[in-house]
């Protein structure tokens, strides 16, 4: 399963859950009816079409409607939500892609290290490639920080995005895997790295063409919305 917390990602639920779709992943989505408490910089109060989106392209997907007051709070709502359904509940954010042939040797690192472990990190300064409206648009993440927890069993729950309720946990460096980081940002903000660089922001380069083409489909069908 996937728990899928969300405010204002219309740009990104529906690629996102495509994605899980290919993997054939279940995702729950907590849904907040305003921004985290702790994101509250980065959002607008005003609901996106987010909700129109899921109502409209994915009636079969659960969501869970709440007021959430953490980025926290809302994944483990999620977690919760699967109870022993599962053995594996996928924590990335709907801005998070991969490529099918990553996701495949995330499973194999998850199987190679489950028995002994509850929580699977990621070197994201090796693994996380972020596509943010400033100058490190396409490039690694800044060096530095706690492992993100990318999946985790269903009996554990997240204190923070980098840690769990277990102290069970390993973190996957493979270099030759990727994560791509489309980090959201409201355009306007009074902040150097929201400001779109010079060119062609939505030809998502240098991502993989896989995520570059569901990405491109999801922008068309907002167009039209």
Known sequence: GAAVPVYNRERFI???LDMLSNFSVEPVVTLGNKSWGNHVIDESSKPDRTELILSKFFPDVKVLRGDYAHH???M????????????LCVTNDC??????E??????EFISLNYEANDAFSVNHNNMIIEYHYDYRFGTQALQGGDPPIFAIKHHVEMKHMTQSSSHREVVWDDPNAKFHHMRFCQKGR???RCVEPVGNL??????????????KKWERILETL
Request: proline residues 6%; hydrophobic residues 30%.
């Open 14 to 16: 529906g690629p996102y």
């Open 76 to 87: 483990n709502v999620g977690i919760r939500y699967f109870n022993d359904n599962y053995d």
């Open 190 to 192: 009074n902040d150097r």
């Open 202 to 215: 939505h030809d998502y380069s240098p991502a993989p063409k896989e995520i570059v083409d569901v990405l």
């Open 95 to 100: 801005d998070m892609f991969i490529t099918s």
């Open 102 to 107: 990553d996701w495949g040797r995330m499973i």
């Open 72 to 74: 926290r709070d809302s």
